[in-house]
């Protein structure tokens, strides 16, 4: 049905949206709440899945599939 680049386009126009309604409210954003080094490391050093567990210890609210996302978003940040 969707295509991987497609579906990739929408997660980032409503992370782009989540940003906008976050930064009205005036509510903190929760990404720089967390040390991304040792996450970066590890993503740079090709280990994504220590990276997702490390995540889940510095949030322990994120599920699985939050924590995943959100090592996703930051690899593609990292390039």
Known sequence: MFDNARLERKIDR???????????L?????????????????IQRGK???????????DPFASLLEAKNAIDARERKLG
């Open 26 to 42: 005036g509510i903190a954003d929760p990404s720089t709440m967390l040390d991304y080094g040792e996450i970066d490391e590890l």
């Open 48 to 58: 994504k899945i220590h990276a997702i567990k490390r995540y889940r210890e510095l």
């Open 14 to 24: 409503l992370e782009r949206k989540l940003d906008l309604i976050i930064k009205h």
